[in-house]
Structures are given as C-alpha cells and as structure tokens.
C-alpha cells in the first residue's frame, strides 16, 4: 500500500531524454521518454493488446510503437493506430502519469490525475542555487521506503553506522532533540554541545578543539525528506531557537528523492548541497567520496532489515516495526508514520482516488 | 466468456493429445527426466531402441528413476535396485523373491515418429498413433533442417498466439523475415477445422523482407504466403514462401518459388513454463552449405527474437494480470485457438465427472 496521490521523484531529470526508459514504480510498469522539445511523458509500459512492455518498442517522433504488433500510441496514452486495421477500438489505450521537471528531479503523479497539482511539489530550491556545489547519487534500495523514511528522521545512527565520517558517540548520547509539528511537517531537531567533533567535521571545519553540532531533519509525507547539518566552535554559543537550517561555520543539506519500487525495493536520488568553504576541487572531491560511503553503509543496513522482515515468521512488513519496540529517539519516526497513515487513509475513502 | 488472463495462471492442460516431449537426438541411452503438464516423467529406449515413458518415480522410496539406468528392456532404480518394465511394473526387488503386487508405477504411451518422441497424457486406451501431428520434413531426403529446444518461462499459449499471428513479423523481426506491409496489408483468413485453425496469409506484390531476398535472390517484388497451421492444443506446422509477384503463387505454382515449413510443439511443463520445441525444414539450399548456415543464423535469430518477447509478456501478465486488453483484428485465428483449448478442457473435465483434475502448483 502506497500513498499515490503525491509527487514522488522518478529520478533525476537528465536520466530521461528521447529514449524508452523502464521504471516500476508503487509496483506499476512505467516507460519515460521525452518529446523532442524535450517535454516529458510517462506512460504504463504495457501495450493495451497483448501487454508487452511498450519501452521494448521504438520512438517514432513523439510517439511510441510497440514491438510486437505495431500499434501506435500518442503521448497521452491513446492508440493511435493499430496496422492492417482501419479503426482503432474503443478503450484501446494506456495510462498517462503526469509528470514535471522541477529543482533538477522529474517528479511523477501516481494517483488521480486531476489531482496533480504542481504547486505539491515539495520546495528543493536548495539545489537550483548550489549549481555545481552539488553531489548526487542513484542508488536501488533493497527495502521497503519507509526503512529509509526511519534511518533520515534518526540521526543517532551517524553515531554506529557512519562512525569513521559524520559519526561519533556523543551524537547518540549526548543529544538533546526536539520533535515540532509544523504545518503538514514534521521537524526533528537535535544538538550536541561541546563535543569532541566527528571525523568529517574535523576534517572540512577547521576546528581548534571541541565543538556544537545540530542537525535538523524533516519530513512531509509521504518521503520529502531534507536534513540540514551544522557545527560550530564549541566557544560559540548556539541557542535552541536559532536558525537551525543554518551550517554556522561548516555544515550541508542533503535533499532525498525517494520512489517505492515495489514493497521490499526503492530507489533513491539524493542530493547534497557543498559548503562554500569547501573551494577546492580535491576536497570536494573527497567529501563527495564521503557521502557516498556513507550512503551505501545505509543501504547495507536496509538490506539487512528488510531481510529479517520477510523472514520473520510473523510475516512482519515496514509498517510493524513500531509496534515491536521503540526508543525515545523514535518520537520523530512516529508523528511522521501518524502523518502518512493519514494521508493514506483519507485517500482509501476518496472515490476519486479509488478511480484513478 | 473467455479466459481474459492471457497467461492462463492455474488453468489445466487438455490431457488427451500427443505432446511432443523431446527430439529423438536428446535420448540416447541414458534416461531422460522431461515435465509435461506438471507431470515428472522418464524417458528410456528399451532393447529395440523404442521409446518408453513413465512415471518418473520409484514405486519404493519416490527416487526419480532418470537418475537410474537402462538394463535391456528394463529400467533399474538409482537407490535400491528396482527394476522396472515398460508397462510400469516393478520386475525386480534386490534381495527379494518376488516384488510386492502394487509395486507399479503410470506408464505413458511414447512413440517416435518424424525425429520427435511423443507421449499421450491422457487415458492410454485413446492414444491413437494416427493423431500425432506429422512432421514429415524432418526426416525427409533432400531437406535440411535446424532447431532448438528451448525452456522457456511463459505460458505455452503466449506461443500459440504468436504463431497464428505472423503480423508481428514486421516489428519484432524487421532485419530478417519482416517487412511492413505483412503488417499493413496482408489478407488475413481464419478458417476452422475439425482439431484446429488454419490461419492463412496473403501479402501480394510487396518488396521482399529482407531474409527473402537474399535467399530467394528476389530483384522484383513478391507475393508471399504464410500458412499457420496449428493442431490443438500444441502443435503447428508453418508454410513460409514466396513467388514473383503476380506469378500464380496463388494457385499453387509461380516463378522463383522459395519456401520453408517450420514445425512447432509447444509442450507445456507448468503453467508459467514451456519446452518449445521448434524446427525450420527446407530443400533450397540443399546443395550450398554455407547458404543454408546464413539461412539458419538468420531463423535463430528470429526465434530468439521471439522468445524475449515471450519472457516480457510473463512477466507483465503475472504482474498485473487482471489489466484488461484489447484484441486487434488479426487476433481471430489465437481467439479461436484459445477458445478451441477452453472447450476441450471443459470437454475433459465433463468426461471426467466430479473427479478432481491435479492442477500443477
């Protein structure tokens, strides 16, 4: 079960150009191309006839032609032609998803197409600015996306899973965190003062001695994650109400692209925003490297968790892993499972949703 | 109504009919484990070389008997030493005088006939030699052939509908056999007959593909034919040719004549596998070798061609298989075949009573 009234990123909008490109997503057949103006189409990646996925066909111009029996369907999904016949039959077509390009990802509408609003696409202008101060990743997750909603809402883990980078124990420990509803997100806050720095922050902040930490990580429904890192000396004083979007003197943001492939897969886009500081092109350069390693740490624990799900005898799913045992630091995982669960039960009750 | 799951997803196989299990050259003397219709069965030839099947399992403790031997007319079990005759009945128990009464296993009738063994899965009393689809050019002097045995995951009637619909030469295999009118303008009949359909089409005065070309040695245009033939539930023999446009094709003559038959039997093991048995026959080329291997690279490709078409359509149909489809006109002779299999399965299972039909997990 998927919210699909939403925006979900299908990928990167230079993964996609005038070509067929198979995705599945929410466990649905999708084909991705773009016109030749370059605007871009997703259609259901089966033909109406005899269901072999159209991204096997060919591009002739704007339209796509099956590989099977020929029949020729426009960007809207409609048949257009079906060779050696005069007419085309009625209901012989497929579905349009609607789809956007905007701040660098290609956003796709799952649900109800009426309901499509562009303005819900969730605001990742950070990225228009940062031009080449960016580093980005494609990553197939073996797991259920709401393994990973947990891990980015969490960040006590830095402290375990990414120990030689952005972690160290005072991060689990030493925390003080704070979960705020605001809106229809939900922010998890955490500081840690006057603490011995993780390695990455040693390395790119220039610290004389011990510093503050904060990091700050939100969520709107149904995976519109953006976490923001900052780091301070630990001289400076850092009060709970200051901008804690801010990096103060060293820090990044990091944007996530998230789309369910199927239940037990996902794939991710993630963007990370380089600090000005950071003017070098080696050590950007090894800062990427850093994100990278330790993006892929997080894919082997998901792996790992979604592994033990589906052996579970008790036929455990995503979804039970709050009711087996929670911490405190789970405070934010739940308010943002509450908003999703609504979100998701509101859309089983509109016959709109139900018809799309 | 029919059956709109186009992958056929647990439905029964018509029992009563010759599948072909294996080309003669795959049994030699060693047995051979084959699945037909989710049935394990063992293939031996006994002392005269002839084919014998049965149930591929020891009456004792259920070893497959393909892991055993052959021992004369006899086939002996991998385990303990049971001996078996082709009538599935235990001859021999090691250390034992006499084997225990019931101690016999299901045989099934298997005949050789066209370089192919057959086997009947239905009742033995009804298997009638006579009924076997004839493949006559497999063994024929002055013709060549080529084939492939290939396992295949998708519903054998995904097969059979590619067969009895040849308009899809012009997409899928437009480097070899295909062109676009065979699509656009062929003249398309469906006609009925007593075990099956015989769709058959005409596509005159039209460039040739380009396979037809090279080996018909075509500088003019063509009338070409392709004659589908299918036997219900799982055989076909394909006559492909061509003649020089306006030549009298048509009435059975015409200049430059080139054909080949390609004969099919679509075996299925389950209801998301099949053995595909196929095999082109030709007597052009008969004297040029290095022509006839161009010829066979190209079928190869063809079939292969074919075969991942099969493969995508699986898996999207066991993906969303209550998507709804379309039907097209050309899909008048694989409708009829489908529907022919349909009444033939209620058939088999009227004849059979209230008795409950094993469907393959």
Known sequence: MFLRNCWYAAGFSDDFGHALTARTFLGEAVVIYRTEKGAPIALEDRCAHRRLPLSMGRLDGDRVECAYHGLVYDHSGACIKIPGQASVPQGARVRAYPVLDRHTYLWIWMGNPKLADPALIPDYSAIDTAGERTSRIRLHLRCNYLLTVDNLLDLSHLAYVHATTTGSPALAEEAVVKVVRVGDAVLIKRWQRNIDPSPTFQQFGAFKGRVNLWQVSEYRAPCYIRVSYGSCDADVPVHEDDDIWSHGAWGFKVLHGLIPETERTTHQFRTVTIHPSQASAAAIAEFKRQCDLIINEDREVFAIQQEALDTDPRGLSAWDLRSTATIGADQGLIQARRLLRQRMDAETVLPAAASA | ?361
């Open chain 2, 1 to 361: 109504m029919l059956n709109r799951d186009l992958a056929r997803t647990g439905q029964d196989f018509v029992r009563e009919a010759w599948y072909l299990a294996a080309w003669s050259d795959e049994l030699d003397k060693t047995p051979l484990g084959v699945i037909l219709l989710g049935e394990s069965i063992v293939l031996y030839r006994r002392g005269d070389a002839s084919p014998v099947a049965l149930e591929n399992r020891c009456a004792h403790r259920s070893l497959p008997l393909s892991l055993g031997c052959v021992r004369g007319e006899l086939i002996e079990c991998a385990y303990h030493g049971l001996q078996f005759d082709a009538s599935g009945r235990c001859v021999h128990v090691p250390g034992q005088s006499r084997p225990p009464a019931d101690a016999t296993i299901r045989s099934y009738p298997a005949v050789e006939q066209d370089r192919c063994i057959w086997i009947w899965m239905g009742a033995p009393q009804n298997a009638d030699t006579a009924k076997i689809t004839p493949f006559p050019w497999m063994a024929k002097k002055g013709w060549r052939q080529t084939k492939l045995h290939a396992r295949i995951a998708a519903n054998y009637q995904l097969i059979i509908d590619n067969l009895l619909d040849l308009s899809h030469l012009s997409f899928v295999h437009s480097s070899t056999v295909g062109s676009p009118e065979l699509a656009e303008s062929a003249r398309v009949k469906a006609e009925p007959t007593e075990d099956g359909v015989i769709v058959s089409r005409w596509t005159l005065d039209v460039p040739p593909a380009p396979t037809y070309a090279q080996f018909g040695n075509y500088y003019c245009n063509i009338d070409r034919w392709q004659i589908s033939r299918w036997f219900v539930p799982s055989t076909l023999v394909i006559r492909n040719g061509s003649a020089k446009a306006g030549s009298g094709a048509q009435t059975g003559g015409g200049e430059q004549r080139f054909e080949f038959i390609v004969c099919h039997g679509v075996t299925p093991e389950s209801d998301r596998v099949t053995n595909y048995f196929w095999a082109v026959t030709h007597d052009f080329l008969y004297d040029d070798l290095p022509a006839a291997e161009e010829f066979h690279r190209q079928s190869h490709q063809v079939i292969g061609e074919d075969i991942a078409v099969f493969k995508a359509q699986q898996d999207m149909l066991e993906r969303q298989p209550l998507a709804p489809v379309i039907d097209i006109r050309y899909d008048a002779g694989p409708l009829h075949a489908r529907r022919m299999v349909d009444a033939r399965l209620a058939a088999e299972l009227h004849s059979r009573g209230k008795e409950r039909i094993n469907v393959p997990a």
